[in-house]
């Protein structure tokens, strides 16, 4: 630790965190495609406890475990059968993970899930900022608020890096996700001990502006890097002067083509305009094709015979 003038700790040098006021201390995955349960249970014990297969390993165990208990009302029962056909309730090839995949890779370090609204939860419970943690569901999104030393912190994947949550605006928060949908967990039981959990006891977090959202992020970069892409073209004309040339040669005989182009349909509209006006629409002569093929119709007409044709006698 370095302190500063007042000797306070100003720095920490510990692993790869440089500063208390960006919270490098704490453990955060971002999202990487539907794999937030995943995400939410890592960001909640502080470290890379669980990977994808680990969930899916827990999933299988109990699809398995639900076949065994449907199997026991005999397996030749359209009900079994209909079970067999679907798919399984606790994963699917998305990366999303159900409730009891979580109860299950909770139960490895002795924690359970109990939900605010539940009577057990309402009776224990006096206010949220005597909890440890929460975990949060909404759909297929799962995210983890922690205490961490004296403060809370939304740990949401979704999120480019912690946010740092007061502990007055930690029950807003939380009312607020309620009425967005989410189902809330009280996380019960003893947390692993971590790095950021110690850092932050001594050195509270200090954090100058919220974490956007990666969507956000990246859009922006996106938009960017179009503009960035635009500039490129324009200078890179301004470095290469031939190239430069080349195309304002070839801009300006497109426009001759085009000049061009307009006076013909000019001279040949004018052309037509005055013949109109001297012979009148049905003097208006015809193409060389069309005035020798109407000579031919002419030439190959029958002409009429000048006595009438005789019948035979009956």
């Known amino acids: 630790w370095s ?10 040098t510990l692993g790869v965190v440089t500063s208390f006021s960006k919270m490098e201390c704490i453990f955060h995955e971002k999202q990487e495609g539907s794999l937030c ?35 026991e009302g005999g397996t030749t029962t359209a009900e079994y059968q209909h079970f067999l056909q679907q798919p399984s309730s606790n994963m699917d090839d998305s990366g999303f993970f159900s ?6 890779a909770l139960e490895v370090w002795c924690l359970e899930l109990v939900p605010v609204t539940s009577q057990e939860y309402l009776e224990t419970s006096e206010h949220p900022t005597q909890e440890q943690a929460f ?22 994947s979704l999120l480019i890096g912690p946010e740092l949550i007061s502990d007055t605006y930690l029950s807003l928060f939380l009312a607020q996700l309620q009425q967005e949908g989410y189902s809330i967990y009280s996380v019960r039981g003893t947390l692993p001990e971590c790095e950021a959990d110690g850092i932050l006891r001594i050195t509270p977090a200090i954090q100058l502006e919220r974490p956007k959202l990666i969507s956000e992020v990246t859009k922006q970069k996106e938009k960017e890097e179009g503009r960035s892409s635009d500039v490129e073209g324009r200078s890179s ?21 085009d000049r061009s ?3 013909a349909l000019r001279l040949s509209m004018q052309g037509y305009l005055e013949n109109v006006s001297e012979h009148g629409q049905d003097h208006i002569p015809l193409s060389p094709s069309a005035s020798n093929s109407g000579q031919q119709q002419q030439q190959q007409q029958p002409q009429p015979p000048n006595q009438p044709t005789q019948l035979p006698p009956s």
């Open 3 to 12: 302190m500063d003038k007042q000797g306070f700790p100003a720095q920490c």
């Open 37 to 71: 349960a995943q995400h939410c249970l890592n960001a909640l014990l502080q470290g890379e406890y669980f990977t994808a297969v680990d969930l899916a390993s827990f999933a299988q165990q109990l699809d398995e475990a639900e076949r065994e208990r449907m199997a």
């Open 99 to 104: 409730i009891q995949v979580i109860n299950r």
């Open 135 to 156: 975990i949060c569901n909404f759909r297929e999104h799962w995210l983890s608020i922690r205490k961490l030393g004296y403060q809370w912190f939304n740990l949401n």
């Open 237 to 257: 004309q301004e470095e290469d002067p031939d190239l430069a040339e080349a195309l304002r040669i070839s801009r300006q005989e497109n426009e001759l083509d």
């Open 261 to 263: 182009l307009q006076e």
